[in-house]
């Protein structure tokens, strides 16, 4: 008796509810989206009705709702309604599988964790639904157009202490279960899940951690649940479910190490380390080392002292010269590309802030004026590190590792350059191209400065990736240095940037299709070309399971290769030539709008 007085001490704490739904930052559910999500938890609602009389039916129960869980949550809608009610329905299900083994082993209500704290979980579960079926959706947001909002820095440092959390949570409880109760080891799980999932953010990437959180920890719960009514681990269905999640949390951290926060609507997932330039030859660092040191600083210098537009035309066609002639065969190569890419940069500002500069526009005044002071200081430092290179390898060998092809980009860059490259490039365009009457050119200049730093930053150093990354940083340079000649007074006949944003724009349009084209199925002999319906991605997993962990993501309608169509999961080739598995409701045989 003094033991059940302890235990019921030891768990009585102020009631709190089993989730939050957090859906603030996400958008309401569309009618469409509704209809998905009740289709997909149908098989949750529908019961065993077979007597429950021993602990084998409950252990029968709970592994019949966990095969119906991994059927119905392949992949949900990913919107407000859909994302609360998910993890919701995941702790419920479990919640109620934990309590009634609790209860068979003759834990009383006034003593059981569940019973407790969520004492009305039936009813927690009707006002879910009926939430999800009132109001009106006449405005919701069409599915094409949904953007999920993405984590910001703060946010991923707190979805990676919630998954490092859990594991010492897990850990601290399994050790109480052994050495003390088991049943204290269910409310140590318990807590940790409703004093956390509370704070899950809203936002992109933490929605399949919230997922995965949701199982982890119910599940959890449920088999120290079922630990306590002497299940061991072997007869214990969570047991491995448990197991599985706790590998998948593992596996989400090291995903989600070099997700750019800035980006929107897109989740990233690397695919191990970044791809790595290629090393450059001897023959080519000297080459470039002769070019930045003779005519680019040279250009820089010419360029600061302008006398009118005559002056600026010249300075653009010597720019242009140097750009289409040793820059275009300059190799993409480790030591060299951080000095290209400041040259080209470089070149362009100076042309505008010199530009400028003929207006009067004095250097506190000039919107370039900071861009070419930082831009020419790195420079600098860059030439002066490939001559101690130089230097350094000719008191060695005299040789350095020659260069080799770039390496093709792999799924999670590929996404990267989908989901927040080409949208941030295409709303710069917009803003460039504003015909409205508060149109602000500086404005529109700053936001330029912002997009190509970021761009700097986060392009993957990879073939496809490069080389849209790169004609995109050139045509928004050479619109800015185009404006600027054009305020200038330089006629439109001698700008010779007006030509190249032309052609790069044209080049562009067939690059990004190469790049949305991530498979090739006639490499594959006998696959199928199916496509993504799923918006905006789907997850293409290890194995055929939704606990099996994430090696890439497809696209709404990205083609697929597909070599075996048999079964609920598709075995699909990815680029690199591995497998992968993608549930086969999430895709067709024609692609979305055709």
Request: one cysteine or more; charged letters at 25%.
């Amino acid at each position: 008796m003094l033991r059940l007085l302890l235990i019921i001490l030891f768990l009585s704490v102020p009631l709190v509810p089993t989730a939050d739904g957090q859906d603030k930052g996400f958008s309401r559910c569309s009618e469409h989206e509704v209809k998905i999500l009740l289709l997909s938890l149908f098989d949750l609602t529908v019961v065993d009705l077979r007597p429950i009389e021993t602990i084998n039916d409950i252990v029968r129960r709970g592994a019949a709702l966990l095969e119906a869980r991994e059927r119905s949550y392949a992949l949900l809608p990913l919107c407000a309604e859909a994302i609360a009610m998910q993890r919701s329905i995941i702790m419920i299900k479990g919640d109620t599988v934990g309590q009634a083994a609790l209860r068979m082993a003759g834990v009383p209500d006034g003593a059981n964790p569940y019973s407790l704290r969520f004492p009305n979980l039936l009813d927690i579960e009707e006002t879910l639904s009926l939430d999800l079926l009132s109001g009106e959706r006449s405005e919701d947001i069409e599915n094409a157009d949904r953007r999920l909002p993405a984590c910001s820095a703060s946010d991923m440092a707190a979805l990676d202490a919630l998954a490092t959390g859990f594991e010492a949570a897990y850990d601290k409880a399994s050790e109480t279960g052994k050495h003390v109760l088991w049943i204290i080891a269910v409310n140590q799980i318990l807590t940790w899940r409703i004093e956390n999932m509370s704070t899950l953010p809203d936002c992109l990437e933490a929605i399949e951690l919230g997922f995965w959180l949701s199982k982890a920890a119910t599940d959890a719960a449920v088999e120290f649940a079922l630990f306590h009514a002497d299940v061991g681990p072997e007869a214990n269905p969570y047991s491995a479910t448990v197991k599985s999640a706790r590998d998948l949390l593992s596996s989400w951290r090291d995903q989600l190490q070099l997700t750019a926060a800035e980006r929107e609507g897109a989740i990233v997932l690397p695919l191990g380390p970044a791809s790595q330039l290629p090393a450059c030859g001897i023959e080519k660092i000297e080459q470039a080392y002769r070019v930045l040191q003779n005519d680019v600083l040279n250009l820089t210098l010419r360029v600061s002292n302008p006398d009118g537009p005559d002056d600026l035309a010249q300075f653009a066609a010597e720019h242009m010269a140097l750009r289409n002639g040793f820059l275009a065969d300059a190799p993409y190569c480790a030591e060299l590309f951080e000095s290209l890419w400041l040259t080209r940069q470089t070149l362009g500002d100076y042309i505008a802030w010199s530009s400028l500069l003929t207006l009067g526009y004095l250097p506190n005044r000039n919107p370039f004026n900071d861009q070419v002071v930082e831009k020419v200081r790195q420079l600098k430092t860059r030439i002066r590190e490939t001559k101690e290179f130089l230097v350094s390898a000719e008191a060695g060998e005299g040789t350095a590792p020659p260069a080799r092809d770039l390496p093709s980009c792999r799924d999670g860059e590929v996404t990267y350059m989908i989901g927040y490259a080409m949208p941030a490039f295409d709303n710069l365009m917009d803003a460039i191209f504003d015909k409205s009457d508060d149109f602000d050119v500086l404005e529109v200049i700053a936001k330029s400065f912002i997009f190509r730093d970021q761009l700097w930053l986060n392009l993957p150093r990879c073939r496809q990736a490069l080389a849209v990354g790169i004609t995109m940083r050139q045509i928004i340079g050479d619109l800015m240095t185009s404006i600027s000649l054009n305020i200038a007074g330089v006629d439109s006949e001698a700008n010779p940037y007006i030509a190249e944003h032309r052609r790069d724009r044209d080049l562009l349009a067939d690059l990004r299709l190469k790049l949305l084209k991530t498979t090739d199925s006639a490499a594959v002999p006998g696959a199928k070309t199916y496509y993504t319906t799923a918006n905006p991605y789907a997850n293409i997993r290890a194995c055929a399971s939704t606990d099996c962990a994430i090696v890439a993501t497809a696209q709404n309608g990205e083609a697929l290769s597909v070599v075996d169509d048999s079964g609920e999961w598709y075995e699909i080739r990815l680029d690199d030539g591995g497998t992968g598995f993608i549930a086969g409701f999430l895709t067709s045989k024609t692609a979305p709008g055709s």
